[in-house]
């Protein structure tokens, strides 16, 4: 079938499957950020914006896609990069293979919520699950952001 | 891994209808565990266009549209306000974030899950469900109903004033439950409901009239009465004592005691 | 202690990829390999059977299957997939593909298509007759079972470890020192308690994968997301009976590993299909296959007697571990002995005498493999258990009784191979711990009401730095013609952060900017030979080979600069990126000296060194944790988790630190929450992440880490490990939290709420 979406903000026709899982569709669109960690929509490591909103692509159909916006961390430099560098300064990142769920959701909280405590931000991020980093580095890094931007 | 020949929008209610009696053919709701489908589906029906994704609030109800997802319920002032933030307690640990912005209304009920919160919660209130064919039902009837062809449209919550507890055990923060429990006095009349005893949420009512006097007695009474199993996380035995706890203290919380 | 200044090594650098990894870049297998055959394995619904028949006929026709193979398929020479030096003491009990089936999800069938659709679509027509054996499922049974799990004749262990086929024994061997029974005699107190630890999940969030192709010579190019490349390229050699200059084995930055991925667990299946097709393959496992064909780790039983005086002197600690190897025997003989020579010598300070003995055995469930502890995890759970049991028994503050019997500074440890502890800071560690946590205050058991009470329990741990006259590290190190440096290893960054602790060590050494220093790993045909990053080894082992390969670069590049000065060698130094010349004060630059060495040259302005240890120094640990625990839910909340660990110097405190966060909140989920239960037919129950539940940031609590340094004299500036220790101390502490607060010591992981609730007085 005929889907046309807006990917990263460039309006793209394409073609899928009605099957086809939107990470699917979006890793074979270069988008390689997206990531498969679980079968049961339980991990957050696929987590993409649609329409501003994070979800989990890994329990979508490209399909619904249809007619919406996505983005992807490939599309998210400039806002991920301004924080993503006061985690790497704690050395939360570990393998990195959370991370870019991990930084999709965390802007996705800090426009629904720009200056959030630490419940908030653990509240928020209990959907993307971490084996390495023990969770308080990731949470030291974005309070040191939060901190530095209120100068 | 499911697999499906054909994705359709439906543009009406009746189109989605009768696509729907197709036995090949299946409503997809949230979406939520598409790859733990096993088999084929001849035709998706999506019910995305069809603006139910709203919740209304009149004078006297809450109009919920099936496909009102569970962060909309989770951030619905209005919502939360009559209930006491019951709604918002029984889904803010489910999953996460960008589960329950997927998650909806109308799949969560559909399903009569065992372990739903979403279900939990709402049997503890005055509530219907609008069902395309069947028409106003109410939920706790739907919830005894078997599965057919029909689509659910939206779920109405009743403001009859009363105040309502949300608890619920888990091992996890974000696991399913091992036991909810919801309780209220909605219009004068207490009840609780208990769900992933592991099967369904029940309602179990206050005909002893227990509350508010005896909390204790009527968590006994609500344990005697809630039939229970075991599973993966947890026994028989243990859904029975929390059954006692949860519910004491619920009606503790409640207050009048 | 000695301790010295250093520029780089000791500082917080970021990780080298951490901007990459952060921003999403593809540098995991399945980014950076392109679209290959998708391989699926057909995998047994029993735990015991053999395949009469296969039918693949009617799987063959699915438009894109490529190819189906079976058992008749494959050769023949049994192997082991366990990432370890050879002789390895793992046995040879496998085939890529067995007629016997030996658990449920062993492999039956690879099935290679064009895509995932046809091979799951091949994978339903596939028809298979089993002939189904009983099978051994209880571990307790698994000894002298009339029931064999490798009965065939050609099963060969590498080593001699005490093992049988015959006996379902993979491994059994006691050692001891002094009198045991003479002093338990001799004791006030004696404690005999069992424990329980479960086969536990990595649960690394990049599960298995593989990609393999024949490269622009023919070979077998192997990109795996594995922490071992040469022992994968010995395993796939003797598995598909290739030479070993046929195959090289890269891997790219890996999603995760913690041991699982120390085992080939996956690799052989993508190299037979590729070796057989001349195609590119692909296995990616799916979330369900890395929980039950993963390589968890070892289930064991432990049993300790611990004697001591009423004063709180512990005399004596005796130790049986039965520990559980599933079907195949990888990391079964080496695992269960940590479980003992890691966990007893903690008590050096004291101990009159000891032993330790222990069965590995076969069963008809999912293999066991590496898991960070190694063993350790589970002594050190019974151990540190049942000395607190101890002090609670006499009355003794936990934290004294530990002062009183610690292993210190200086002492020899007969537990432990008899090394000595040349440093040692857990005494400071448990002082630090003590005054950070608050313990005066803590300790206590305090009721908030409601039912909730606070309590706070203790543990000390120690592990080792490498397996001691075996691991082999290396590393090469050149100079580039901008006076920046290349450093070459064969040791795997898993996450761990070891390419960016390694490249501060050559900045330390060769006096230049951490930013100057590119690091390349790790890959067969360019790395220098390396063991592996596993048993806690790359900063002690490959660290040291590091800071020798620079020595003797600085060596070079002297020469060299002092052939452009017109004198000896030994007439010049090396200092702040320049080499002068001592009697003239003339200088060269790394630049010239570069370009020089690529003009008319015979000295290599690069050098590769290779390092052993005939000691493993131990780190060590002290933990302490505070709980709030509902007596009635029996649903234990975890406050704060503090920790002091002793690595020696820490190369990155940062990254010291997040390794210590992170192994604490593993040993947090072992403890409360993930469990594994298995069916009537051995299948675990907790197959996904549904099921098998990690701890998220809401249950984990509040973290602080610190550090007691000590100064090793045979590691690199200093440092010991860190990797794997940090997992231990949960599970005692919180054991020890919740006996605290409700009386019961729990002896079997994980302490669910229900075992909590259900076994305090009163409560049904």
Redesign the interface.
């Known amino acids: ?1 005929d889907i046309k979406l807006k990917l990263n903000g460039k309006a793209i026709s394409a073609q899928c ?3 086809t ?1 939107l990470l699917d569709f979006l890793r074979e669109r270069g988008c390689y950020s997206v990531k498969r960690g679980c ?4 991990c ?1 490591l696929c ?1 993409v914006l649609m329409d501003g ?4 692509s ?4 490209a ?2 896609a ?1 007619g919406h916006s996505i983005q992807t961390l490939e599309g998210l430099q400039e806002e991920a990069a301004d924080f993503v560098g006061f985690i790497a300064d704690q050395g939360a990142d570990q393998c990195g293979f959370c991370n870019p769920g991990f930084v999709m ?1 965390t802007i ?2 800090l426009r629904e919520n720009p200056d959030p405590t630490d419940d908030e931000i653990r ?6 699950l971490c084996r390495c980093s023990g969770y308080d580095g990731q949470l030291r890094g974005i309070r040191s952001y939060l901190n530095s931007r209120k100068g | ?7 359709v ?1 439906a543009q009406s209610l009746e189109e989605a209808w009768q696509l729907n009696q197709s036995k090949r053919n299946r409503i ?1 709701g ?7 489908g096993r088999g084929g ?1 001849g035709t ?1 029906i ?1 019910l ?1 266009d069809l603006g139910l994704n709203t919740i209304e609030e009149t004078e006297d109800t809450f109009s919920i549209g099936a496909m009102a997802t569970l ?1 909309q319920l989770e951030q619905h002032e209005g919502l939360n306000a009559y209930c006491g933030g019951a709604v918002r307690n029984a889904v ?2 489910i ?5 329950r ?2 998650a909806t209304i109308g799949g969560s009920l559909w399903g009569r899950f065992g372990f739903s919160d979403v279900l939990t919660v709402f049997l503890a209130m005055d509530c219907q469900v609008e069902l395309y064919k069947g028409g106003i039902v109410s939920l706790e009837d739907f919830a005894d109903m078997k599965k057919d062809n029909d689509i659910l449209v939206r779920l109405i919550v009743k403001k009859t004033p009363g105040k309502m507890v949300y608890t619920a ?1 888990r ?6 439950p ?1 036991i909810t429990c919801a309780l209220s006095n909605i219009g004068g009349e207490y009840r609780a409901v208990i769900g992933a005893r592991p099967a369904k949420a029940m309602v179990i009512r206050d005909e002893k009239h227990l509350l508010p006097g005896d909390a204790k007695a009527f968590a006994a009474y609500a344990a005697e009465n809630a039939p229970v199993d075991s599973n ?1 996380r ?2 028989a ?2 859904r029975t ?2 059954i006692r ?2 519910v004491e ?1 619920a009606a503790k919380e409640l207050g009048g005691m | 202690m000695e301790e010295r200044t250093y520029k780089v090594v000791g500082k917080s650098f970021r990780k080298k990829d951490s901007m990459q990894l952060l921003l999403g870049k593809p540098v995991y297998m399945d980014d950076v390999t392109p679209n290959a055959l998708v391989v699926k394995i057909l995998r047994s619904p029993h735990p015991n059977a053999i395949v009469q028949e296969i039918n693949t006929k009617a799987a063959r026709l699915v438009p894109g299957v490529v190819d189906i193979f079976t058992w008749e398929d494959v050769p023949k020479t049994r192997f082991a997939i366990a990432g370890q030096t050879y002789p390895e003491p793992s046995p040879y009990d496998r085939l890529i593909l067995d007629r016997h089936v030996r658990f449920a999800g062993d492999a039956v069938a690879i099935i290679a298509a064009e895509t ?2 046809a091979a ?1 679509k091949a994978m339903k027509l596939i028809k298979v007759k089993y002939e189904v054996l009983e099978a051994v499922l209880d571990y307790h049974t698994a000894l002298d079972n009339p029931i064999w799990v490798h009965p065939e004749e050609d099963w060969e262990p590498p080593c001699e470890v005490g093992g049988t086929n015959r006996r379902n024994l993979v491994a059994s061997g006691v050692d001891s020192d002094g009198d045991v029974e003479g002093v338990l005699a001799s004791c006030d107190i004696v404690l005999d308690r069992t424990f329980h630890t479960k086969a536990f999940n990595q649960a690394m969030m990049e599960p298995f994968g593989c990609f393999t192709q024949l490269d622009r010579y023919g070979r077998l190019h192997v990109i795996s997301s594995t922490q071992i490349v040469f022992h994968t390229r010995r395993i796939l050699s003797r598995a598909l009976g290739i030479p070993k200059s046929r195959i090289r084995v890269e891997k790219p930055r890996i999603g995760g590993g913690f041991g699982a991925k120390q085992t080939a667990v996956c690799d052989v299946y993508p190299a037979f299909v590729t070796m057989k097709t001349g195609r590119p393959a692909k296995l990616i496992y799916t979330r369900e296959e890395s929980q039950i064909a993963g390589s968890p780790r070892h289930e064991m039983e432990i049993r300790v007697r611990l004697g001591a005086n009423r004063d709180g002197k512990i005399r004596v600690l005796d130790l049986y571990t039965l520990s559980n190897s599933g079907a195949y025997g990888e990391h079964g003989p080496t695992t269960v002995g940590l479980s003992g020579h890691k966990s007893i010598p903690l008590y050096t300070g004291s101990l009159e005498a000891y032993r330790f003995g222990y069965d590995v055995v076969y069963t008809n469930l999912q293999a066991a493999g590496a898991y960070r502890g190694y063993g350790a995890t589970q002594g050190i759970f019974a151990v540190e258990s049942v000395v607190n049991e101890l002090a609670e028994t006499l009355g003794i503050d936990p934290t004294l009784i530990r002062d009183k019997n610690m292993v210190r500074q200086g002492m020899v440890m007969p537990a432990y191979y008899g090394e000595t502890a040349s440093a040692c800071a857990l005494d400071r560690c448990m002082a630090h711990c003590k005054e950070m946590f608050g313990w005066e205050e803590k300790y206590p058991v305090r009721d908030m009401g ?2 909730k009470v606070r309590a706070a329990g203790v543990a000390m741990a120690m592990q080792g730095s490498c397996i001691s006259n075996v691991d082999v590290g290396s590393a090469t190190v050149k100079l580039s013609e901008d006076g920046t440096y290349n450093l070459i290893i064969g040791a795997a960054d898993m996450g761990t952060g070891c390419d960016t602790i390694l490249a501060q060590m050559v900045a330390e050494m060769m006096d230049c900017s951490f930013d100057d220093v590119a690091v390349f790993g790790a890959d067969t045909d360019a790395s220098p030979y390396d063991s592996g990053s596993y048993a806690s080894s790359t900063t002690y082992i490959t660290g040291k080979a590091v800071e020798k390969a620079c020595t003797e670069l600085k060596t070079r590049i002297c020469a060299i600069g002092a052939e452009l000065l017109g004198c000896e060698p030994d007439a010049v130094v090396m200092e702040s990126g320049k080499v002068r010349r001592i009697d003239t004060d003339q200088t060269v630059s790394l630049t010239d000296i570069a370009y020089k060495a690529q003009v008319n040259n015979t000295i290599p302005a690069e050098a590769t060194a290779t390092h052993s240890s005939p000691v493993s120094p131990p780190p060590y640990m002290v933990g302490m944790v505070e709980i709030e625990l509902d007596k ?2 029996g ?1 234990v909340t975890i406050l704060d988790y503090m920790a002091v660990v002793d690595c020696g110097i820490p190369i990155n405190p940062a990254l010291a630190r997040i390794q210590t966060e992170g192994g604490i909140v593993q040993g947090i989920g072992h403890t ?2 993930e ?1 594994v ?1 298995y069916d009537s037919h051995g299948r675990p ?2 197959r996904s992440f ?2 098998y ?4 940031r ?2 984990m609590g509040t973290l602080r880490v610190e550090f007691e340094h000590s100064y090793e004299p045979t590691g690199p500036f200093g440092a010991k490990s860190i990797g794997e220790i940090v997992i231990n101390t949960p599970a005692p502490a919180i054991a020890h939290a919740i006996a605290r607060a409700t009386g019961v010591w729990h002896r079997e992981l994980p302490i ?3 075992k909590v ?2 076994s305090i007085d009163g ?2």
């Open positions: 079938m499957d009605a099957d899982i079968d049961t929509s339980n957050g987590t909103k994070p979800i989990l890994c329990s979508m159909l399909a619904r249809d959701n996705a909280l509240a928020y991020l209990a959907g993307n | 891994m499911i697999t499906i020949q054909k994705y929008r997809v949230g979406m939520l565990w598409l790859r733990l589906v998706a999506d995305c962060r803010q640990d999953v996460g974030v960008q589960f912005n997927m055990m091992n996890q923060r974000t696991d399913f091992v993966i947890g026994s035995a243990y004592h929390l706890v949860l203290r | 995932e659709k799951l409601n039912g009635l839910t649903l409360l929450m469990n239960t129950a907790e549904m099921q539940k990690i701890p998220t809401l249950d669910t709420p229900e609730a259900m409560q049904e």
